[in-house]
């Protein structure tokens, strides 16, 4: 979607994408999608036609790594079980690594995520791009991908909510149906207002962006920010709406909750986004 039309992509902008990872979302696509598109668009950044052909025609999945692996060699991935390369930074260098299927650690969590946790020193390494400008790519790639994860959140709080609302509208309690009690339905309409106000910061900060204004980089941290904490709200109050039925594997709600709060941690601590916005 993010790859220009010269190199075989869509040529698609960023808000194009961030529809697409609401759905996604709301859905709970289990690949690396966010990671993959930004991805595939530095590959084509940095004119590696011959991986980006090998990503666009679906012969290999391509991954990021979020933090310098020079200074972090070790690192978890998302996406980094399931993927042969990892686009990264290493210093001022954006680099492609190859990624054997010996290299690539499952760690176990309860989300189901395809993460894995990577050794980079070992492992070939392709400079891509050098220098300062090469480093303002990368980072404005990790921007990206925390406007696109976080849609991604707000897809998934407004299903959750949905999936939630849906339950409260046929379980009954004392001979009425939960959703007349305004202890259920309170908060979930709370979190509504909440999810689409993270839905229109995410299309906010991509609206600054494309303006050019001063303020854009600080939006993006907080449309980062603002999403990971409502989903993880909203996908606990709904999972609390189905009772003890919502802990067990037999209703979905159980991986809205788990998924909430694991999408968001490949990029750190949800928190530090705040502390971040007030800095910018």
């Known amino acids: ?30 690949g690396p999608l966010a ?6 668009r530095l590959l084509a950044a940095c004119g590696a036609d011959d991986a980006l052909a090998a990503v666009l025609s679906g012969e290999k999945v391509v991954t990021l790594a979020m933090r310098d692996i020079a200074a972090e060699p070790v690192q978890w991935v998302a996406g980094g079980l399931v993927a042969e ?21 499952a760690e176990e969590n309860l989300a189901t995520t395809p993460i894995a946790e990577i050794d980079f020193a070992p492992l070939t390494k392709t400079v891509l791009a050098s220098g300062a400008d090469a480093a303002a790519l990368f980072a404005g790639a990790v921007e990206e991908w925390k406007l696109l994860i976080a849609a991604a959140l707000s897809g998934l709080s407004r299903e959750a909510l949905r999936l939630a609302s849906a339950y409260a509208c046929e379980r009954k309690a004392f001979g009425v149906y939960i959703g007349t009690f305004q202890a259920i339905s309170h908060p979930l ?18 609206r ?16 980062a920010w603002w999403n990971a904490d409502t989903a993880a709200r909203a996908a606990t109050q709904s999972l609390h709406t189905f009772g003890g039925y919502g802990l067990t594997t037999e209703y979905d709600i159980h991986l809205y909750a788990l998924r909430s709060k694991a999408w968001p941690l490949a990029g750190g601590d949800p928190q530090n986004w705040l502390s971040e916005a007030g800095r910018r």
Do not use: Q
């Not at 990671?35 to 595939?40: F, M, S």
């Not at 980089?217 to 449309?223: I, K, M, N, R």
């Open 208 to 223: 600054a962006i494309a303006d050019g204004e001063k303020d854009a980089a600080g939006t993006v941290s907080l449309a």
């Open 35 to 40: 990671e993959a598109l930004v991805a595939a």
């Open 189 to 206: 309409a709370d979190l509504l207002i909440d999810t689409d106000g993270g839905k229109f910061l995410v299309w906010k900060a991509i």
């Open 85 to 105: 390369a990892v686009v990264a930074r290493s210093g001022d260098d954006i680099v492609l690594v190859d990624l054997p299927a010996e290299a690539r650690k």
């Open 1 to 30: 979607m993010r790859v220009p039309e010269d190199k075989g992509g869509m040529g698609l902008g960023l808000f194009d994408a961030a529809l697409l990872m609401e759905e996604a979302g709301r859905t709970l696509a289990s």
